[in-house]
């Protein structure tokens, strides 16, 4: 490929020549189908990596700009248009093939997607970025159902392909030979295709650090490579190398992108550059995957950096407008890996190579990104943020009065029982910590081999309310053996430390992939590997014993406040307003589900202001949209007569059974309604904390 030191790279048969002694290198964060909340860390610390090696940039945060874009006047009535012409094309025809079929009903469902709050999306997006507006619970919970709403919809028509699944591979390579249009086209033909032409970009670098962004990558590099036709791109991230054989071992994948890189980028991106130029083989570019005519070349050498070499990302080239905070925050990781490494439900690639950045470098990082670049809130994006590493930064940051508000993951190890730490943590700017708190029973936990104390979490949670930290804990239910007692209990633990655990960050059920130990070693958590007709591998008990975690899901799922802390408003809420963060919780919006109390009889509960019923397609009942969720529900006659019978106004749910048309399982469809998000009372609990016990 490479003849010495001065010769020009041939890829696939074409020649790149660099226009300049530096490459101009456009850097892609492709759309991840999360709504724009705050710049991912590979953007700017990438563009800081690249400027040290005197490289010129360009940053694009295709996900968030493209929302941005649907925000012009026009564009979002536009996309509404074309949902309504392509349902109406296909409800026309009697003819259509099994796939048409499929995808007429999928439309059909994005029907009770609300349209009225769909146009309010515009009004939402300001008053995210208002303070005033940002700090009021109400208005916050409002313009987020709003924008979220948006997002799902306008996401809808855009295909999500996981690695996991068995049909991945097929799935994506006949989806990128189609010419579908979805709601990235317009931004891409109008905003970014223009902006790189401009630029004359000699490389285009992709950072995907989830799965679903392989799609969207591979789909915007067949873009790029239709406008620019000779220009290189490369793909890296989690996304690409927990999937590297998968992804990067088919060489269909080099169909639309040159490289991969598996591992860190830090230095093989700035290394792809000087290969590139001519200045390095290829072969030395760690971590790199090409194609040679018709065969897939591995990496010969990889390269874990030391992580003090790397330079402060460099934030100033983001264009903090496309984000719905009103402050500048940014996610930013201080290790690779996880220094605990032993839970059997995470990826294996938490378990390798374990390495920090020094405390000193951290620091010295969190300064400039504060004073110099004025980002003054951070996501410490760790798979666990060590301990020493907080401890340390935090007491430096006391003693210089740095203005700066934090949070991080972490785990419920020893040291946060240690009211002096805990204290340190406090006056050093952080205002919540994210604990893997997974289940609340101790044999689950043992399973999982998390190394959570029941007992230990008590005077954890103790200590962080003494000293204003809020706390966000993770957990999931449908790990192997668990019961379905077992996963309520883990709900139930909740309920009863209200005042101490603050935002439940429900994840879902137990996810099964290749990359988790229990799928290598099934016969030793009880299980068997089975994978079902939608390509996905499932858990089944040896024992024959399972049970239906989908109402229990929905349940919780409605009530997570995961989207509170993933979109930054905890920690802002944390740092700002502390006394409101109760007001956020998802459980005191949509209320207890059916299992708690009060009963659902002495409940006094209303239809949510925040659903959407639209008429079933073949008239027997309709299709319900749960603003909170973004779920839609198929419900039959009856449910929607008990909607409509309750009216607009708070009635006392008990009244209902004493209608004469009341159904005999009034109770069981009140209880489905109800956790599915379509009914809303208050919850006692948090109310009461609210006034009563306020974070700090």
Known sequence: MLEGSGAVP?????????????????????????????????????????????????????????????????????????????????EARDDLTDAERAERDGLRRLRAYPRELILECRDAARKLRDPECFYDPETYRRADRVIRTT?????????????????????????????????????????????????????????????????????????????????????????????????????????????GIVGDGEEALPDLCDALEGRLPLDQVPGLWRRDGD???????????????????????????????????????????????????????????????????????????????????????????????????????????IDFHWYAEVKFDHIYTRRDFVETLSKGGCRQLQFGFESGVQRVLDRMKKGNKLDRIEVILRNLDEYGISMAGTWFVGFPTETEEEARESWRFWRRHPDTMHLSL?????????????????????????????????????????????????????RSDIEVTICGAGLLYAAHAPEKLYALRNVNMVGPTSMDDPPLEERRAWVSKEIHLEPAPDGSGVLGYVAESLRTFELDATDRDILLAMGDEPVLLGDLFQHPQAPSDLRERLARLVDRGFIESRDPVSEALATTHPVA
């Not at 005197?54 to 295709?62: I, N, Q, R, S, W």
């Not at 789909?219 to 490369?234: M, N």
């Not at 590997?529 to 399972?546: F, K, M, N, Q, S």
């Open 151 to 259: 997002h799902a919809f306008l996401n809808s028509f855009t295909p999500q392909f996981d690695p996991r699944n068995q049909t991945f591979s097929e799935d994506l390579y006949a989806h990128l030979t189609t010419s579908s249009r979805d709601a990235y086209f317009e931004y891409y033909e109008n905003d970014l295709l223009s902006r790189l032409e401009d630029f004359r970009p000699d490389l285009v670098a992709m950072s995907c650090p989830f799965s679903p962004q392989v799609g969207t990558g591979l789909d915007l590099s067949r873009r790029l490579k239709g406008r620019f036709p000779g220009l290189p791109v490369v793909m890296g991230g989690t996304g690409v190398s927990d999937a590297a054989d998968l992804v990067l071992g088919d060489p269909r994948f080099y169909d639309y992108a040159d490289f």
């Open 10 to 90: 041939y890829i696939g048969g074409r020649r790149f020549i660099s226009k300049g002694p530096i490459l101009r290198v456009a850097l892609i964060y492709p759309p991840d189908f999360n709504r724009p909340t705050m710049v991912f860390g590979a953007l700017p610390l990438f563009n800081a990596c690249l400027k040290a090696r005197g490289h010129a940039t360009l940053l694009a945060d295709a996900g968030a700009e493209a929302f941005s874009y649907a925000l012009r006047p026009g564009v979002l009535e536009s996309y509404l248009a074309f949902f309504d012409g392509a349902v109406e094309s296909l």
């Open 506 to 558: 429900y994840t879902g059920t137990f996810s099964l992939g290749p990359e988790v130990p229990v799928y290598h070693n099934p016969e030793d958590y009880g299980v068997e590997i089975v994978y079902g007709d939608d390509g996905y591998a499932r858990c089944v008990p040896l024992d024959g014993e399972d049970w239906d975690k989908e109402p229990l899901h929905t349940a919780l799922h409605v």
């Open 295 to 401: 065969t897939v070349v591995q990496p010969r050498t990889f390269k874990n950096v030391d992580l003090d070499e790397s330079p402060t990302p460099d934030y100033t080239d983001v264009d903090f407008s496309h984000y719905m905070l009103p402050e500048k925050a940014g996610l930013y990781t201080t290790s690779r890996g996880c220094y605990y490494g032993k839970c059997t439900f995470c990826p294996e690639s938490f378990r390798l190579s374990f390495r920090m950045r020094s405390a000193e470098r951290v620091f010295d990082d969190v300064k400039d990104l504060v004073e110099r670049q004025g980002v003054k809130y951070l996501h410490f994006f760790d798979p666990l943020t060590p301990p020493a590493t907080l401890a340390r930064v935090s007491r430096w940051v006391a003693e210089q009065g």
